[in-house]
């Protein structure tokens, strides 16, 4: 079955750096976009950022652009979000989505971002 597996959250201060992993399996990765969403405390979910199934294409949230850098590995079927110059309101549980017919997505991973 298809399973995303997000890491590599945790803490961290303010203008510091995390770089997320999601593994995908169960799926052809290679032939699906893919999407990293977080979702704060008392908020809805929203779309960080986007990349094709070659990774020839990126879209970004404009609340990240210039700080994060989604990109994939189709040979490890993994894709990575890496955040640079975090601030607090990049808090969140970040998760993973594979945009197939029917969606799935991963349990997600926290960032928190605080000194």
């Known amino acids: 079955q298809v399973q995303l597996v997000e890491s590599g959250g945790g803490l961290v201060q303010p203008g510091g750096s995390l770089r997320l992993s999601c593994a995908a399996s169960g799926f052809t990765f290679s032939v699906y976009a893919m999407s990293w969403y977080r979702q704060a405390p008392g908020r809805q979910r929203e779309l960080v950022a986007t990349i094709s199934n070659t990774g020839g294409s990126t879209n970004y949230a404009d609340s990240v652009k210039g700080r994060f850098i989604i990109s994939r590995d189709n040979a490890k079927d993994t894709v990575y979000l890496q955040m640079d110059s975090l601030k607090p309101e990049d808090t969140a549980v970040y998760y993973c989505?594979?945009?197939?017919?029917?969606?799935?997505w991963g349990k997600g991973t926290l960032v928190t971002v605080s000194s």
């Open positions: 989505k594979a945009l197939t017919r029917v969606p799935y």
